[in-house]
């Protein structure tokens, strides 16, 4: 990816500019976006229910609990949409392993209850910041 292909004007935002950014983002492909979302977390919530049939209490739980993964897909798109690029289901695909296994323990372990994770993922998956670096720069994101 390169700077000259990004499609957003590059500036420091206020953070009320920066969720608006981030909802024009969204608009502009949001039916790509949900179906990507739903042809990678629906077929895990079809396996999960087959499984726990008998245990819909603990399907909901387990559903719950891996909210942290259901959001890479998405946010793996827009990434790449920022620059002008537009993943398929394809290359989704084949990234999806990826996505799901970054950081797959922390996200649902330690992280999961983090009120912190929707900046820490951004900066772990995309910047590719790791220990104290990540730490000081989702403080930063937050403190704004």
């Keep these: 990816m390169r700077l000259e292909d990004l499609t957003v004007a590059l500036r420091p935002r206020r953070p009320w500019e920066a969720v608006d950014l981030g909802c024009a983002l969204v608009r502009r492909d949001?039916?790509?976006?949900?179906?990507?979302w739903g042809a990678t977390v629906?077929?895990?919530?079809?396996?999960?229910?087959?499984?726990?049939r008998?245990?819909?209490?603990w399907y909901a739980l387990v559903v719950w609990w891996l909210k942290p993964l259901y959001d890479?897909?998405?946010?793996?798109?827009?990434?790449?949409?920022?620059?002008?690029?537009r993943p398929g289901f394809v290359e989704t695909w084949k990234q999806?392993?990826?996505l799901w296994s970054l950081f797959l323990f922390p996200a649902l372990l330690w992280r999961r209850l983090?009120?912190?994770?929707?900046?820490?993922l951004p900066v772990l998956m995309l910047e590719?910041?790791?220990?104290?670096?990540?730490?000081?720069r989702v403080e930063a994101l937050a403190s704004d």
């Design 128 to 136: 590719g910041q790791r220990g104290a670096a990540a730490w000081r």
């Design 42 to 52: 629906v077929p895990v919530w079809l396996v999960l229910a087959v499984i726990m």
């Design 96 to 98: 999806w392993p990826r």
């Design 54 to 57: 008998n245990h819909p209490e």
């Design 72 to 85: 890479r897909v998405p946010l793996h798109f827009i990434s790449r949409a920022a620059f002008g690029v």
């Design 114 to 120: 983090s009120l912190a994770r929707s900046f820490a």
């Design 30 to 36: 949001y039916g790509r976006i949900l179906a990507l």
